[in-house]
């Protein structure tokens, strides 16, 4: 039906940066909104930043000019932006697609980040 395919993650050190992507594909009429969301062992899945599709985007507030959302309509993917990066960025990051005319939302196997020295 709907494929989403994350990449991008590894290993960084404190200050550098890594970009993610997200590609979606399959049976798209449209998308709505793509978004990025993040969880570190022991700790709960959090919202790091969404884009819709008319341009507006938003993001959590411990990224926040740091990491930039983007995104390539035309291949329906989304990108993460992400720089000066710090060791509690260290999570396993997922990609949410949401559909225009769709009762559920479809998810990436999550690419993982790594913040270290």
């Known amino acids: 039906q709907v494929q989403v395919v994350e990449s991008g993650g590894g290993l960084v050190q404190p200050g550098g940066s890594l970009r993610l992507s997200c590609a979606a594909s399959?049976?798209?009429?449209?998308?709505?909104?793509m978004a990025w969301y993040r969880q570190a062992p022991g700790k709960e899945r959090e919202l790091v930043a969404t884009?819709?599709?008319?341009?507006?985007?938003n993001y959590a507030d411990s990224v926040k000019g740091r990491f930039t959302i983007s995104r390539d309509n035309a291949k329906n993917t989304v990108y993460l932006q992400m720089n000066s990066l710090k060791p509690e960025d260290t999570a396993l990051y997922y990609c949410q697609v949401r559909l225009v005319f769709s009762r559920r939302d479809y998810w990436g196997q999550g690419t993982q980040v790594t913040v270290s020295s």
């Open positions: 399959g049976n798209i009429v449209r998308i709505s909104a």
């Open positions: 884009s819709a599709t008319g341009g507006s985007t």
